[in-house]
């Protein structure tokens, strides 16, 4: 079993450190050099992109299906910079971002890894719908005061939790100013079923009674060459995800270049005066696509009167 | 050694202290216990059923524990600050109180701590603050600077103590005899002679040098966990000032208090005099008055420069349906009614400076609330919660009894202390028994409670499930009965010029796919009327399959070189069986690069499948260029095949790999004719990505900044140092006192 995933891990070595930078899903014969019948294979192929520019052609199931170990993920994924763009002016409320995210993780109804907002800057402005996941600081206030490392900040601009190693101190909820955490108060109430997958830093996954929690930005799927379940379960396609560094991000639907994006569309970082440098950026809310009301449908009388309140809108 | 007559006079007072315990005392004891034990039994509510028994939540992640944390640290100030400042001044009225402000000191900085204990959502995971302690963290300075605070506080304690230790070895105890083997071992062998004398002095001047900065950067460092954050009533550039300030003011309103206690109980009256309470009181005074200063800055600043946030949290303390009264009293009452107390001659008495300095301690708790609440409760971002106790902190019957419990266990171990040390006197040991079986007692009813609750619960969610589990088998049980029509769907790839099939298989449900993995498809190859089989497959996790076309396949040749292929699953369990079928025309497509006059090109060349395999230039065809990224393929242009041919500049923007080579995808998709074609080629003409840039040593880091280690290991060793020499010190003396 130790010589199994110490291989898998020495192949991730070799795929990964040698800068694999393109993942083509198509069809083709396994390589032999990396065939173990104990490992999971799924059928699926990858093609990885050597730094000589020779392209191999992998099965998914060495390289991903395995979570990562808590060391293995505190390394971030080779030459990748991940950042997400949230088109503000497609946002209705929807939450189908939260429903998908929250089954992903397991997650208790209560507890939210994206949190949604009404804000108003100020009484002459229009109030706009504003989704908020975790925002992946580059100068993380929450990683600067962790006594343990517990949270840490990778290579590729993600922002994790070890939950074996969190003391549970909640100094870094205090410290976020975006309210991005949630702790583990009690017992994680989840399904039996879902407590069979290992722990991973980089799944979140299960939930730890007494630890903090938060969006983990999906690096899991990354490493399938996946997107996040919140961009895929957007009916509105307002979350783009990417690598910074391959200059592209998508919703989904479009692929578009991640520079010319938050270019023409005038993107901006959330609270960027504070120096917390965000992996995330926000396309304001010009042309919208719906009305802010819209985003009321599906909630509750009080929930509304508490988001009418929150945005000062007085009717 | 010390016949002098003060020091009988003294013994004689105080040694009934040390002997006697009267009914009051045990009373004492016991109801302190009590409190004590309620609170372990709160301790025990809280480990087992989680944080969530607490009021602390989301937004207020701290409340009452860490509230007692800043004020028990803040009292602690009483002995370090006071004494050692009294001492080196030689201030001649400090001998009758300087061993009570080092006592407060000791005491509340061991229970200080365990209340951010309280606050650790997974204690047993304490040890990772040493196996991965970070020292970038506040929390760790915390953590060094207690320790040795602590340490440094009780060797004081013990240097000023064994003068007292070595008459008390010479007068032995008469009861709990016990005690005079330790007051034997404790007091060194000190005879009190010249040589010994100076040595006792230096070390006690020493370490009373010592503590002072000490105990100043101890509680700097405090305010700095909330100081460090980026919260609006917390970020604050004289936090750490502001606290050392109003933690004086609270150790010094303690003292007075406590002095008021024990001049009461044990009579004391010939010892701590009018003029001790008025000294402490104008020095309380002083300090509230700065305290005073300190908030009426810190909040006129943050309303002078009205940041939103910061009037966020303003507002909560000036509105009288929130801390307004809170803050009228913390802030005022305070630090006014002392002020009036002391400087009015005719309120000044013993008992009304002891008033005063009850407000005094009582107001820079609730003080020290309003500095963490109010804060907590106002978030950058709205705090949007329907749930109210998301919304507003309110402390819990948990809290309090730990509260109550360590404010008891400050005076147990007060009461205690005096009766074993010097000055004061002891408990008999045959009580403690009875103490702790009570606490048993009460401890165990209250487990058999929380079991029987607990029982009683898992019986009613146990029926829950089954009735569920009832209810959700009989729903697909109802569901078997329909049979359900599988969508299969049918493409056709060219890849590099390898040719291959791929049938999706799914169900349809509601406008949404689902997968149906582990399904046997049957390829064929529309020959004239006659189906050929190609070969059969399994769908994977995504119900795709895709099948490689034999190359003989093809060669055969179709009708004008059109080729139509068929797929079908023959139906399993309850899915019905499906087909579905695609005709295409073999199409070669090809990529190649080169450059002309410096400029980096893509050539297209694209034949397609004539008569007899003759392949025949294409006209007219749009091909789409794309590059390969984590997720998906980015469009990089669109070009359209003339005469079998195409060319089109490369996209040098895009980010190749840390060589700058960049794989480029040519497809030409779902057309009617020719299906799905795709040709790639990589070449290193991207934009090479940067070397990554590698940080080792930061805030947010696993290693601190080199400053910050040196800094560390400076002020440690310095501190360290002074404690080693002050030990070998009373090595020395008790060397000494064998000749």
Redesign the interface.
């Known amino acids: 079993m130790k010589q199994k995933s110490s291989n898998r891990r020495n192949f991730l070595k070799l795929g990964f450190a040698a800068?694999a930078?393109?993942?083509?899903a198509?069809?083709?014969s396994v390589l032999s050099a990396f065939s173990d019948p104990e490992d999971k294979e799924?059928?699926?192929k990858m093609?990885l992109?050597t730094?000589?520019?020779?392209?191999v052609e992998v099965d998914k199931g060495h390289i991903c299906c395995q979570p990562a170990g808590n060391l293995e993920a505190r390394q971030g994924l080779?030459?990748?910079k991940m950042v997400m763009v949230i088109d503000l002016a497609k946002c209705r409320n929807a939450r189908k971002c939260l429903e998908g995210c929250q089954s992903m993780h397991n997650l208790p109804p209560?507890m939210e890894w994206i949190?949604?907002?009404l804000?108003r800057d100020s009484p002459d402005l229009s109030p706009y719908w504003f989704p908020?996941p975790c925002l992946h600081c580059n100068?993380?206030?929450c990683?600067?005061?962790?006594?343990?490392?517990?949270t840490?900040?990778r290579?590729d601009g993600i922002v994790l939790i070890d939950n074996d190693?969190?003391?549970?101190?909640?100094?870094c909820?205090?410290?976020c100013?975006?309210?991005s955490?949630?702790?583990?108060?009690?017992?994680p109430k989840i399904a039996k079923s879902n407590h069979q997958a290992p722990y991973s830093p980089e799944t979140s996954s299960p939930p730890k009674?007494?630890?903090?929690s938060k969006c983990d930005f999906c690096p899991d799927m990354?490493r399938k060459?996946?997107?996040p379940t919140c961009v895929t379960s957007c009916p509105n396609g307002v979350y783009y995800?990417?690598?910074k560094?391959?200059?592209?991000v998508?919703n989904?639907t479009d692929?578009?270049?991640f520079s010319e994006l938050i270019e023409s569309r005038a993107a901006y970082r959330f609270?960027e005066e504070?120096g917390?440098e965000p992996s995330v950026y926000y396309l304001p809310a010009v042309d919208r696509a719906f009305d802010y009301k819209v985003g009321f449908e599906g909630l509750?009388e009080?929930?509304i009167s508490?988001?009418k309140t929150?945005a000062k809108i007085t009717e | 050694m010390y016949e002098d007559e003060k020091t009988q006079q003294n013994l004689y007072a105080f040694k009934p202290q040390l002997e006697k315990m009267d009914k009051k005392g045990i009373a004492l004891i016991v109801f302190l216990l009590m409190v004590i034990g309620f609170g372990m039994f709160a301790l025990y509510t809280q480990i087992v059923?989680?944080?969530?028994v607490t009021g602390?939540?989301?937004?207020v992640?701290?409340g009452l524990y860490i509230v007692n944390f800043i004020f028990f640290i803040g009292i602690s100030y009483a002995g370090a600050l006071i004494s050692g400042i009294l001492h080196l001044l030689r201030v001649p009225w400090r001998t009758p109180i300087i061993r009570m402000a080092e006592m407060i000191t000791v005491i509340s900085t061991m229970i200080g701590p365990t209340y951010?204990l309280l606050?650790?959502?997974?204690l047993d995971?304490?040890p990772?603050?040493l196996?991965?302690?970070?020292i970038?963290?506040?929390?760790?300075w915390d953590?060094i600077a207690i320790t040795t605070y602590l340490s440094g506080s009780i060797i004081f304690l013990y240097l000023a103590m064994i003068r007292d230790l070595a008459i008390l070895r010479d007068n032995p105890v008469k009861n709990a005899r016990w005690r005079n083997p330790i007051y034997r071992f404790l007091s060194v062998r000190y005879k009190d002679t010249t040589k010994q004398k100076e040595l006792l002095n230096v070390s006690t001047d020493l370490l009373s040098i010592v503590i002072i900065p000490l105990a100043i950067l101890v509680h700097s460092v405090l305010a700095w966990?909330?100081g460090?954050?980026?919260?609006p009533g917390w970020h604050s550039t004289i936090f750490a000032p502001y606290f050392v300030i109003a933690a004086v003011y609270s150790g010094t309103g303690v003292l007075i208090v406590v002095m008021w206690v024990f001049r009461k109980i044990y009579h004391l009256e010939s010892q701590i005099t009018k003029i001790h309470f008025n000294y402490l009181g104008i020095i309380m005074i002083i300090l509230g008055a700065m305290y005073g200063y300190f908030t009426f800055s810190e909040y006129l600043t943050s309303w002078y420069g009205s940041i939103k946030w910061d009037m966020e949290v303003l507002y909560r303390l000036f509105n009288p349906s929130q801390y307004w009264h809170l803050f009228v009293f913390a802030v005022f009452i305070g630090v006014l009614l002392p002020i009036i107390i002391v400087t009015v001659p005719k309120f000044r008495n013993i008992n009304s400076i002891a008033f005063a300095a009850s407000i005094a301690v009582l107001a820079l708790w609730v003080k020290r609330y309003l500095i963490i609440i109010p804060t907590?409760e106002s978030?950058?971002?709205?705090?949007?919660d329907?749930?109210p106790e998301y919304v507003h902190y309110s402390p819990t019957w948990v809290e309090w009894a730990l509260t109550f419990a360590g404010i008891a266990l400050f005076i147990l171990l007060f009461y205690l202390f005096s009766k074993f040390i010097p000055i004061i006197p002891v408990v008999r040991s045959g009580e403690e028994k009875d103490y702790s079986r009570l606490r048993k007692i009460v401890f165990e009813k209250q487990m058999k409670k929380v079991i029987k609750q607990n029982k009683k619960n898992a019986i009613a969610s146990t029926g829950v499930i089954i009735l569920f589990l009832l209810m959700s088998s009989s729903v697909a049980m109802a569901q078997d009965e329909n049979k359900i029509q599988p969508v299969l769907k049918l493409e056709y790839f060219n890849?590099d010029s390898?040719t291959?099939l791929n049938a999706t298989l799914r169900t349809k449900k509601d406008g949404r796919f689902s997968p149906m993995p582990g399904m046997e498809i049957d390829f064929t190859l529309l020959h004239g009327n006659s189906p050929k089989s190609i070969g059969k497959a399994i769908t994977?996790?995504?119900g795709i399959v895709?099948l490689?076309v034999p190359a003989d396949v093809l060669s055969g040749g179709g009708e004008k070189g059109v080729f139509t292929f068929g797929a079908s699953f023959a139906g399993k369990d309850n899915f019905e069986k499906a087909s579905a079928g695609t005709s295409m025309k073999p199409l070669h497509l090809e990529m190649s690069f080169f450059q002309k006059e410096g400029e980096k090109m893509v050539s297209l060349k694209a034949l397609e499948a004539g008569i007899n395999n003759q392949w025949t230039p294409v006209d007219n065809l749009d091909v789409m260029l794309y590059?390969?990224?984590?997720?998906?393929?980015?469009?990089v242009g669109k070009v359209t095949i003339a005469n079998g041919s195409a060319t089109l500049e490369f996209p040098t923007t895009?980010?190749?790999?840390?060589?700058g080579?960049l794989?480029l995808?040519a497809k030409v998709e779902d057309n009617e004719v020719y299906g799905n074609v795709e040709a790639?080629g990589?070449?290193?003409w991207g934009k090479p990505?940067p070397p990554?840039k590698?940080i080792i040593r930061g805030?947010?880091?696993?290693n601190a900044p080199l400053w910050m280690v040196y800094t560390l290991i400076v002020l440690l060793s310095l501190v360290w140092f002074h404690y080693m020499y002050v030990i070998f010190t009373v090595f020395r003396i008790r060397h000494l006192g064998k000749s």
């Not at chain 1, 730094?51 to 392209?55: D, F, T």
């Open positions: 800068g930078t393109a993942l083509i198509s069809g083709g799924t059928g699926e093609k992109l730094p000589e520019g020779k392209l080779p030459n990748k209560h949190k949604f907002y804000l908020k100068n993380p206030p990683v600067k005061v962790c006594p343990v490392g517990a840490f900040k290579t190693r969190c003391i549970g101190c909640k100094f909820m205090a410290a100013p975006y309210s955490r949630v702790f583990n108060w009690e017992e009674v007494g630890t903090v990354v060459g996946e997107l995800y990417g690598d560094n391959e200059d592209a998508t989904g692929t578009v270049r609270m504070l917390t509750s009080e929930e508490l988001y929150e | 059923e989680g944080h969530i602390m939540r989301d937004n992640v701290w951010i606050c650790i959502g997974r995971r304490l990772n603050l196996l991965f302690g970070r970038q963290s506040p929390i760790i953590v966990i909330f460090m954050t980026l919260r907590l978030p950058l971002l709205p705090l949007h329907l749930r890849v390898v291959k994977n996790a995504k895709s490689p590059v390969p990224r984590t997720f998906s393929l980015l469009k895009v980010p190749g790999n840390q060589l080579y794989t995808l790639s990589t070449i290193n990505l990554e590698i805030l947010g880091d696993t």
